[in-house]
């Protein structure tokens, strides 16, 4: 069994700064894929970034990747999305997912909240 648990979302007022993380524990053997997506209230969930087993990245949007930016580390199996310049449409449920051995593993999501 596969156990994926984010932690670190909070309130933080626009364009602060906020590092989400993943962490992923039990029955690992290999981790490919690790990445987030998110949820806004009343949306659907949307797909924000990925970072591949050899460190290559992938950002929902262009606009994303300055202010966002994804990161792993292998030996802890721990995924990060550092999150700066935030705004208010950041707001949501941030989900940690991990792909390993041909499955999809979800965390139950650490709650993100831009405001002033």
């Known amino acids: 069994q596969v156990q994926v648990v984010e932690s670190g979302g909070g309130l933080v007022q626009p364009g602060g700064s906020l590092r989400v993380s993943c962490v992923a524990s039990?029955?690992?053997?290999?981790?490919?894929?690790m990445g987030w997506f998110r949820q806004a209230p009343g949306k659907e969930r949307e797909f924000v970034a990925l970072?591949?087993?050899?460190?290559?990245?992938?950002y929902a949007k262009s606009s994303m990747k300055g202010p966002f930016t994804i990161s792993r580390d292998n030996a802890k199996n721990t995924v990060y999305l550092q999150m700066n310049s935030l705004k208010f449409e950041d707001t949501g449920v941030y989900y940690c997912?991990?792909?390993?051995?041909?499955?999809?593993?979800w965390g139950q999501g650490t709650q993100v909240t831009v405001s002033s």
């Open positions: 997912f991990i792909d390993a051995g041909s499955r999809r593993y």
């Open positions: 039990g029955s690992v053997f290999r981790i490919d894929t």
């Open positions: 970072i591949s087993s050899g460190g290559a990245t992938r």
